[in-house]
């Protein structure tokens, strides 16, 4: 088991990289997003290129995002149902969920995304817009993201094994307020305050 933990490390830390660079993205496609539309006021011209490549790096933040969403336990659940749950059977639902769902559907999308990738790629597929990009960098997020996908799937399975044979801490236990719960209190906060100034 230890051997698999370090392969989990490993990967963990692969997908955290990836992420951070898709966040990183996600301020570029702000950027070109800005200068693009200050550029359109200003001199009254724009470029195909420049809002094509605003949807590559959305569909790249999405694409490469979707396995750091899965480390970071940021992915859409019904709470409500699973909190009522003992932490095995969360558990085991999840390794369900993984084994039943996760992997066909990433193996489904990397077999349908590739031949998609592989045809844009040798023909030179581009965009009909004029001064449009090739269409095969982003046809080529598609099984990458899918790969990335099922490899942090695999990670995750590797964590939840671990805890069920007690190898290692739940992954699914909150280590604190989320992120949004953080926000709330912020804002609970702020308002607080502002409502103590007016008095």
Known sequence: ??????????????????????????????????????????????SNAWLEIQWYLFAAVFMLGSGYAFLRNAHVRIDFISSRFSARTRNWIDVGGILVFV???????????????????????????????????????????????????????????????GNGPDPLAHDGPSDEELLAQQLLEEEALRLKGAN
């Open 103 to 165: 992997f066909p559907l990433c193996y489904l999308l990397i077999s349908l995304g590739m031949p998609l990738f592989l045809n844009a790629w040798n023909s030179g597929e581009t965009s009909s817009n004029a001064g449009g990009l090739l269409r095969w960098p982003v046809y080529a997020l598609i099984p990458m993201g899918f790969f990335l996908l099922f490899v942090q799937s695999i990670s995750e399975l590797i964590k939840r094994f671990a805890f069920l044979t």
């Open 1 to 46: 088991m230890s051997l698999l933990l370090k392969l989990s490390r490993l990967i963990d830390a692969l997908t955290n990289l990836i992420g951070k660079l898709a966040m990183w993205m996600i301020l570029a496609t702000t950027l070109i997003s800005a200068g693009n539309a200050i550029i359109r006021k200003l001199f009254g011209t724009s």
